[in-house]
């Protein structure tokens, strides 16, 4: 069971770029895949969630309205959509999940911690 995340890079503020996490080696699918994001000297912190049951996702407040997140079932795959990124976006995102189901809706606003399947992590730089 593998979290594979890519995508990150350099980007100036105002702008948009896109991080994928692709999923591999669940035998029955995976129950929701969560977006994290740790910056130099601050704590981890959720961004967004995206429940695989139904589809429904779920923002922090401090990227709602620019963050975007989706999943292509065929790849495995879940993307973040970032717009109208600011200097304050720039960490390490990380995409998280679990074997057993959680709920996005807490997840989103919490460090982590109770989820045990972890990709690699894609920095993310926001710099003009």
């Known amino acids: 069971v593998q979290l594979q995340a890519s995508g990150g890079g350099l980007v100036q503020p105002g702008g948009s770029l896109r991080v994928s996490c692709q999923a591999s080696?669940?035998?029955?699918?995976?129950?929701?895949i969560a977006w994290f994001r740790q910056a130099p000297g601050k704590e981890r912190e959720g961004v967004a969630c995206i429940q695989t049951s139904d589809g429904n996702t779920y923002y922090a407040d401090s990227v709602k309205g620019r963050f975007a997140v989706s999943r292509d079932d065929a790849k495995n795959t879940v993307y973040l959509q970032m717009n109208n990124l600011k200097p304050e976006d720039t960490a390490v995102y990380y995409c998280?999940?679990?074997?057993?189901?959680?709920?996005?809706?807490?997840?989103?606003?919490?460090?982590?911690?109770?989820?045990?399947?972890w990709g690699q992590g894609t920095l993310v730089t926001v710099s003009s």
């Open positions: 080696g669940f035998r029955h699918g995976y129950y929701g």
């Open positions: 998280a999940t679990d074997e057993v189901p959680f709920p996005c809706v807490v997840v989103v606003n919490s460090k982590g911690t109770g989820l045990d399947l």
